[in-house]
């Protein structure tokens, strides 16, 4: 599982994985339910019970943390109080949720059924890989087999084979994922899933969906970023120019925004594939290596949380902000922690100059990208009713997240 953070909500219907299989979109939806179980150093509450501990004073802003009991928050003159309930960073902005019962492909609508398959499906629902929703259709393919289209209101059709489905444009046309002969490449379809034609056969990466501007992102065989809707593509930037290798990692930020990064470096693109701001990432720690990178974009700058490596699993995160128009980044923080989950959660979420952050090993730290100010609010975190040891990492489990309020 991957981390995500709070200024960029992920719709579990709508989001695609990393891999070049269109995992399902609605897959990240256990990654709220991950969140539930990170921890940190520290002495943990074990129960629900009322006791509160302090919080530093000096806060810019109240800051909540949700665990397994309930919503907190610590105030700026230190005192910590229970609160009203707060929407998750993760929430999903979809109408529309999708699964498999009694053999049936269903689509929910705020709780209610919208849409059900005629046809019995007896692949088991992990093996539901990829959907794209419009607003009155549906299309979804299960593994490596056919691709199935259905207005709501009709009866499926499978329009394809070895095809995921990616997004509905905002013409109404399907783009999808073609696999063909070990490569893979983009395919569009009209809005009844049907004439096919292939717009790219071949990608150096794999297809990211921005689902912003119902768009697909890819790398094409001369390395250059590109974004389509099947119809017209935008040649974005060069990523050897940018000093990146096909294989990049991409992501999608807010407003049509692009991050990029690998183990050595990041860049953060305009829509229009201008740079926002780039930096190399400082030294790691000896036997560590930089991995997968988290963003927090605002107006004028950057944040980027870079997860730290070893051969013994993931070691701690360092933590970066770099104004727009720069080259070089700032190091905040380094994080460093003998973490043994699943996954490393992270949520980052601005205010004003001050980033708030918070992870896997609860540690939370407001930090003063323009005054160089440090707030540790890991302790209070670690107090909190809810938050446990885990006993087989021996690490403190329980809080979900921390954001501003």
């Given at each position: 599982?991957?981390?995500?953070?709070?200024?960029?909500?992920?719709?579990?219907?709508?989001?695609?994985?990393?891999?070049?299989?269109?995992?399902?979109?609605?897959?990240?939806?256990?990654?709220?339910?991950?969140?539930?179980?990170?921890?940190?150093?520290?002495?943990?509450?074990?129960?629900?019970?009322?006791?509160?501990?302090?919080?530093?004073?000096?806060?810019?802003?109240?800051?909540?943390?949700?665990?397994?009991?309930?919503?907190?928050?610590?105030?700026?003159?230190?005192?910590?109080?229970?609160?009203h309930g707060v929407r998750s960073p993760w929430w999903s902005p979809s109408?529309?949720?999708?699964?498999?019962?009694?053999?049936?492909?269903?689509?929910?609508?705020?709780?209610?059924?919208?849409?059900?398959?005629?046809?019995?499906?007896?692949?088991?629902?992990?093996?539901?890989?990829?959907?794209?929703?419009?607003?009155?259709?549906?299309?979804?393919?299960?593994?490596?087999?056919?691709?199935?289209?259905?207005?709501?209101?009709?009866?499926?059709?499978?329009?394809?084979?070895?095809?995921?489905?990616?997004?509905?444009?905002?013409?109404?046309?399907?783009?999808?994922?073609?696999?063909?002969?070990?490569?893979?490449?983009?395919?569009?379809?009209?809005?009844?899933?049907?004439?096919?034609?292939?717009?790219?056969?071949?990608?150096?990466?794999?297809?990211?969906?921005?689902?912003?501007?119902?768009?697909?992102?890819?790398?094409?065989?001369?390395?250059?970023?590109?974004?389509?809707?099947?119809?017209?593509?935008?040649?974005?930037?060069?990523?050897?120019?940018?000093?990146?290798?096909?294989?990049?990692?991409?992501?999608?930020?807010?407003?049509?925004?692009?991050?990029?990064?690998?183990?050595?470096?990041?860049?953060?693109?305009?829509?229009?594939?201008?740079?926002?701001?780039?930096?190399?990432?400082?030294?790691?720690?000896?036997?560590?290596?930089?991995?997968?990178?988290?963003?927090?974009?605002?107006?004028?700058?950057?944040?980027?949380?870079?997860?730290?490596?070893?051969?013994?699993?993931?070691?701690?995160?360092?933590?970066?902000?770099?104004?727009?128009?720069?080259?070089?980044?700032?190091?905040?923080?380094?994080?460093?922690?003998?973490?043994?989950?699943?996954?490393?959660?992270?949520?980052?979420?601005?205010?004003?100059?001050?980033?708030?952050?918070?992870?896997?090993?609860?540690?939370?730290?407001?930090?003063?990208?323009?005054?160089?100010?440090?707030?540790?609010?890991?302790?209070?975190?670690?107090?909190?009713?809810?938050?446990?040891?885990?006993?087989?990492?021996?690490?403190?489990?329980?809080?979900?997240?921390?954001?501003?309020?």
């Open positions: 599982m991957r981390s995500t953070n709070a200024n960029t909500p992920v719709d579990p219907a709508e989001v695609h994985g990393r891999s070049e299989d269109v995992p399902i979109r609605g897959l990240l939806s256990a990654l709220a339910l991950a969140a539930a179980a990170t921890g940190s150093e520290g002495q943990a509450a074990s129960s629900c019970a009322p006791t509160l501990p302090a919080a530093p004073a000096g806060l810019p802003a109240p800051v909540l943390f949700r665990t397994a009991c309930g919503t907190y928050r610590a105030d700026g003159d230190g005192t910590v109080s229970r609160a109408r529309f949720q999708i699964g498999v019962w009694n053999d049936h492909v269903v689509v929910t609508e705020k709780g209610r059924v919208r849409w059900r398959s005629r046809r019995a499906f007896t692949s088991p629902p992990s093996e539901l890989e990829s959907v794209a929703f419009a607003a009155h259709a549906v299309a979804f393919s299960f593994g490596h087999g056919r691709l199935w289209v259905s207005r709501f209101g009709g009866r499926e059709h499978a329009v394809g084979w070895s095809e995921g489905a990616l997004v509905w444009t905002e013409h109404g046309d399907l783009l999808t994922l073609r696999r063909r002969h070990g490569r893979n490449g983009l395919a569009v379809r009209d809005r009844n899933g049907l004439h096919p034609r292939v717009i790219a056969r071949r990608m150096l990466n794999y297809a990211l969906v921005d689902d912003a501007t119902r768009t697909v992102l890819y790398v094409n065989q001369s390395r250059t970023l590109v974004r389509t809707d099947g119809r017209s593509k935008q040649f974005l930037a060069n990523l050897a120019s940018l000093g990146f290798a096909p294989s990049a990692t991409l992501q999608t930020l807010g407003g049509g925004m692009v991050g990029i990064s690998s183990d050595r470096r990041l860049a953060v693109l305009h829509r229009d594939g201008s740079v926002f701001a780039e930096t190399d990432f400082p030294a790691a720690p000896l036997g560590q290596r930089h991995g997968w990178t988290n963003f927090a974009v605002t107006r004028d700058r950057v944040a980027a949380a870079v997860e730290l490596s070893s051969p013994n699993g993931i070691g701690g995160e360092d933590i970066l902000v770099i104004r727009a128009g720069e080259t070089s980044g700032t190091l905040l923080a380094r994080e460093q922690s003998p973490w043994a989950g699943c996954g490393w959660i992270v949520t980052m979420v601005w205010h004003g100059d001050w980033l708030l952050y918070s992870d896997s090993v609860v540690d939370v730290l407001a930090l003063d990208t323009a005054g160089g100010g440090r707030i540790d609010l890991s302790r209070t975190a670690q107090q909190l009713p809810g938050v446990r040891t885990d006993e087989e990492s021996g690490q403190p489990v329980g809080l979900d997240f921390a954001v501003w309020g």
